[in-house]
């Protein structure tokens, strides 16, 4: 679409126009030749049609209404301005501009917060628009203020809406996911400073709301149209590049009508109550406003707040859930009077009767604790943060009232804080901060916290003991004199961890650490060892089967009284006095406790490249034709689950949480075109291929993570190593020959070690872990990324064709700086803060790492400006223990420049002209993009129908519709109610782990954990209702068949059907089920069986790839899956890329091929 002068949006011939409007009732504009599309709603809620204009069409957005209209920018909208320049606009002085925050209240109307959040511009004022090189940010100045617009300020959902009265003005309005960034300025000669909203008082309220939407409006008294189309141009152009929608339609302001007339004076009996309530009203002004003005709303939340039954629990679950329903988008214009009866009812009806309610009661390895979150400008209130226990939470006898999660954000939700910020962070540290008359104060924090910026704060009142009392239960942590050091001993205890079994320290030895001659390097630094039986206890303690089965871990990750490390398993131990044997590399600090916490154990775990991986195989020596190989074999995988029900098991089974009963599942042959597994196919691939494009994570077979201990029988040499390999069936494999070891991050050539694995019986007893020697002139985990045994855990490859054959590297020398110089006193909290400060202030790892990506593309890895910065890396990464940075901010900007300012490809990088590099991540990139491109384009998008499978209709289900559908109900309940908590979308994306609101990368095992723990207690509460009325296997069948029947029949959009429902009966479902169906075997003949030379697939090789004609076999019979092993072996001996070409052209064809059957 073309924007034209007098606000006239040409639509050229054969053009969708998307419309929004609030009725299905859309009248057609009187274009005769529109076609209307009325199926879909957009992020308001407001209901989407289209129409198809086949002729040329110009729409007067003046006159748009009741309507919105979405823009689709030309190019020449996108490209309005040089974004490579700074471009300042001065408003004149006939130009009468409003800005204003507040939130819209309907699809029609605008209300501002206050009148102090909303500035005018007169005849006299200075005010300028400022808009950014690259399109970085966008800025309104005015007299003293100026705002700061960027990207991840805007919800990018729902956009910008545009209203356009006259030529000579236009209002629009920005919906917000962040205040914007606010500097002041009492004279504009001076510059602007940074503002932020600081608690000083108990009773002060510094903090700004959560606006939800920023009103700007400007109006030029002279009629100069050019200038206002020249304004609206330019914001158009600053949206478009950041693929923000832009709608045109009516909004009106309503004047002198502010959100905050009346005060927020609801009071609350409880700490919960109040909580709840500023938990809502975080979410932005829109709830503000209905809760405040809306008279009936207002007498019901007192009411709830006030009652006369204190239920903690029942206020909780009204504000948590109103909280959801607002969220959703649908429900933006969400009227919360009208949801409140229905949350009440099914409070009492479902919740309390729920399993995930009695699962929520009685969780010991988590907790529940309140979340606020600190923004420049706002307290935002958040569900309270449910997480791993640890030893201080343990300790303290009510968790949920005296403690407080605590983390701080910019405006945009990042992490990162500039310099200017700084300050506001450490006043909170040094400070605290008051909330509903608690005063919460710093206590301390996780090690992976202090990089996102995560503290735990504690109220005294409520833990009924002092800080400095809590803190000398924790340990004496007074022998480590570097602050940095000290600061890093005591997050010991807050280590996520599980309890299991008191050992008395009196039954504990200590041994000493092997090192080498020179005493430079440590051997056993921070690993131990524990006798099998004790072993057995320990994995007893935590639930586990150990007569029957369940994987028994040979190295765990613990924490003991002031130790912490691995210990591994030794036999040797059993029947002595002291089976739990520690060495003082693994001993930090002081400290009574006797509780052996397990953070983690050894398991099976599946490996993935990542693009420092790659770059390293790359350096030495591994083929580009081998890496796109093991790239393509990956996406081979995925795309073979839609044309192989046995592929889709394999998938299914290996990325989806463990819970559904596949044994008996796997007897259905249709798993790709039946619609709950589709469906869990296409996001499972779908967010996996966007895992190998965005960061090259590739998954790789006869690879692992494994945990590095030593060998205490001292029988390895230096450069060998022992693995033993277990499968899910639990037989052992002792690795033979050269296998590749690196551990991440790794940067540095030497990073990436070949060892050879040997095999020697007296380390049999270890398994599924990385055995190295006690030998040598160093410990090969300190050569590889300075790593030692206290749980790292290592990237271990024994795939050939990904083991380097040229020598190692010389390692780097980790210790080789010097080293900080300890203080000749105790430690204080002060220097403790100081640190903190520092790190946070300093945290430049995400951005140094980026910058090496582009040097070694540039310049190689090996090359001097990849292995300074390598190194630099590394001593960022160990700065929370060192408190020494390598760079300041002014080297880092020179680093920068040294990277010039392009950008390769694969990095996807905005804000960067992009180049195509031809690098392997280069050609991983667009090998994967182009496979990921056929697949989207033709399975995505599409309405997935879902269809009843008749045979699975088993007679008399009719008899059971009734009790299926009051069972598939309570299901659907239980469903909504785990979905909802952890901020999943639906049933699919539950299933897949992904997806969601609160998920960290480093939460996932958790919300893995749990959720399986959730679904599996549900499922079996299900299991039972549903054999409640059987006697018969007749009657089981018919009943599985009516809740597969009421599960597949219900109107629910796709997000709240549960299509699982039916599956958890899948022995009675498929009882009578034949195994081998048509459609299996014509997948399985494309897949294995054999083509001849007259066969379709041999006239496409001859027309597509006639090269490939001549390496087939003699007698012209092959197998599709023969044909690709040919491309890929080709490719790998002879370094041929062409093949690779070649073997992209053919998975594109099972793609192609897997659509044309999944349509059938």
Known sequence: MELEHGNILCVSSNTEVVFCKHSLNCNSSENTNASTNQNEINGF??????????????????????????????????????????????????????????????????????????????????????????????????????FQLKRDHIDIHRGVIISARSSHDFIMHVCLRGNLEEYTSKNRQFGYERQFCLQNTRDEQPWQSCFSAMHFSIHNEQKNTNSIYQILCYFIQFFSYHSIPIHFGSIEFLYENFIYRNNLLIPANTFIGQYACHMLTSVGCQIYDQIVNDDILNNNMFYLLNGNNNDDDFVYYIFERLRRLTLSSENYFLQLLHE????????????????????????????????????????????????????????????????????????????????????????????????????????????????????????????????????????????????????????????????????????????????????????????????????????????????????????????????????????????????????????????????????????????????????????????????????????????????????????????????????????????????????????????????????????????????????????????????????????????????????????????????????????????????????????????????????????????????????????????SGPSPKPLNRVVTRNDRLKVISDICEQDNLGRLSNIHLVLADKFGIDHEKAINLAAGISQELDSVKSSQHPYTSEQIKQIILTADKTRPDFMQASGYKEYQSEKILGKLFRSARRLSDTFKNLFLNNNNEIFLDKSLLHNGYEEYIGSARNLYKQYEYEMLEIIGSYGFSNEIDLFCCIDSHNMKANERSDIQQTAQELLRAVFQNIQKNFHDDLVSLHQAKAKAAACYYVAYTDTNDKDKSMLSFPWLFASQLLADYSVISEDEQQTNDFMENTFISDSILNDYLKQQLPSLINLLPNDNQFTFMELLEICFQNACVTNNEKMINHAEILIELLIKTAKTIHSN
């Open 45 to 146: 809620g407001l209901t989407i049609f289209k129409e198809i204009y086949y002729t040329t069409k110009k729409i007067n957005i003046n006159q748009l209404s009741s309507v919105w209209c979405l823009l689709n920018p030309s190019e020449r909208l996108k490209t309005f301005r040089n974004d490579k320049n700074y471009d300042q606009i001065l408003l004149q002085q006939d130009q009468n501009v409003t800005l204003a925050f507040g939130s819209l209240i309907s699809s029609s109307q605008f209300k501002c917060a206050a009148s102090k959040f909303c500035f005018t511009k007169g005849p006299n004022s200075i005010w300028n628009l400022y808009f950014a090189k690259y399109n970085s940010f966008l800025s309104i100045n005015t007299e003293f203020i100026k």
């Open 340 to 815: 409140l009866p229905t949350i009440r009812n099914n409070y009492y009806d479902s919740y309390l009767q729920s399993t995930f309610y009695q699962m929520d009661m009685v969780w010991t390895k988590y907790v529940r604790i309140p979340w606020f979150c600190f923004t420049p400008t706002r307290l935002i209130i958040k569900p309270f943060k449910f997480m791993r226990s640890n030893r201080v939470f343990r300790y303290i006898s009510n968790v949920t009232q005296s403690m407080g999660f605590v983390e701080f954000r910019d405006d945009t939700g990042s992490a990162s804080l500039s310099k200017e910020l700084v300050p506001f962070l450490q006043h909170y540290l040094q400070n605290g901060f008051w909330f509903a008359d608690r005063h919460y104060i710093y206590l301390h924090h996780a090690q992976s916290q202090i990089r996102q910026k995560q503290f735990y704060f504690y109220c005294e009142h409520e833990g009924n003991m002092t800080r400095e009392a809590l803190e000398a239960w924790m340990g004496n942590f007074d022998r480590e004199k570097l602050p940095a050091k000290n600061t890093a001993r005591r997050t010991q205890p807050f280590s996520s961890t599980e309890a299991t079994i008191e050992i008395d320290k009196k039954l504990v030895g200590l041994i000493p650490d092997l090192k080498t001659t020179d005493g430079k390097y440590n051997f056993t630094d921070g690993v131990g060892q524990i006798s099998s039986e004790l072993n057995l206890l320990i994995h007893e303690s935590i639930g586990k089967n150990v007569n029957d089965g369940d994987y028994i871990s040979s190295v765990l990750q613990i924490r003991y009284g002031g130790c912490k490390g691995t210990i591994a398993v030794n036999p040797l131990l059993d029947g002595k006095e002291k089976q739990l044997l520690i060495r003082p590399s693994m001993n930090k600090f002081e400290c009574e406790h006797q509780m052996l916490e397990l953070c983690k154990r050894s398991l099976r775990r599946h490996l993935c490249l990542n693009r420092e991986v790659i770059n390293l195989l790359s350096y030495r020596g591994i083929s580009n034709a081998h890496i796109l190989v093991v790239q393509l074999r990956n996406i081979l995988w995925l795309m073979a689950s839609f044309v192989s029900n046995q592929s889709a098991l394999y998938v299914l089974r290996e990325k989806i949480l463990h819970v559904l009963p596949w044994s008996k599942i796997s007897f259905y042959s249709h798993l790709s075109k039946e619609p709950f597994f589709h469906r869990l196919l296409l996001t499972t691939v779908t967010n996996n291929l966007c895992q190998i494009i965005t960061r090259a994570h590739i998954r790789v077979s006869k690879a692992r993570y494994m945990f590095g201990t030593v060998d205490e029988y001292k029988v390895l040499k230096e450069g060998q190593v022992f693995v033993q390999i277990t499968n899910e069936y639990g037989s052992k494999t002792v690795l033979e020959g050269p296998i590749a070891i690196t551990k991440n991050p790794c940067h540095h050539p030497g990073d990436l070690r070949v060892l050879e694995a040997v095999n020697n019986s007296y380390l049999h007893h270890l398994y599924d872990v990385l055995v190295f020697p006690q030998q040598g002139s160093r410990p090969h985990a300190n050569e590889i990324s300075g790593s030692d045994l206290d749980g790292d855990e290592y990237s271990v490859i024994w795939n050939s064709e990904l083991v380097p054959t040229s020598p190692n590297p010389i390692p780097y020398d980790y210790d």
